[in-house]
């Protein structure tokens, strides 16, 4: 079956740096793009950032862009989200996805980050 499993968030204070991973399991991960997506309280969720099924492109939100940074190595099946500069706004539960045909299809547990001092 397929799995998600998120790792890396917690507390940083404004303008750290934390790095979500994504560990991927029951299915042939090279085969797929992955995204990132986001939702922090009363907020609708976001998609934060997404990566082709061989790493060769990469888009992002416009609120993230160039001070994060998604990645993938698919020999260790894992996706990754490097986050700069955080922002108290950067503030949510982090969500790693899977997409088929441009649209998530399994989801990770998500992981919290929080930017505070």
């Known amino acids: 079956q397929v799995q998600l499993v998120e790792s890396g968030g917690g507390l940083v204070q404004p303008g750290g740096s934390l790095r979500l991973s994504c560990a991927a399991s029951g299915f042939t991960f090279s085969n797929y793009a992955m995204s990132w997506f986001r939702q922090a309280p009363g907020k609708q969720r976001e998609l934060v950032a997404t990566i082709t099924s061989a790493g060769g492109a990469t888009n992002y939100a416009d609120s993230v862009k160039g001070r994060y940074t998604i990645s993938r190595d698919n020999a260790k099946k894992k996706v990754n989200l490097q986050m700069n500069s955080l922002k108290p706004e950067d503030t949510a539960v982090y969500y790693c996805?899977?997409?088929?045909?441009?649209?998530?299809?399994?989801w990770g547990q998500g992981t919290q980050v929080a930017v505070s001092s």
């Open positions: 996805t899977r997409l088929r045909f441009g649209a998530p299809d399994y």
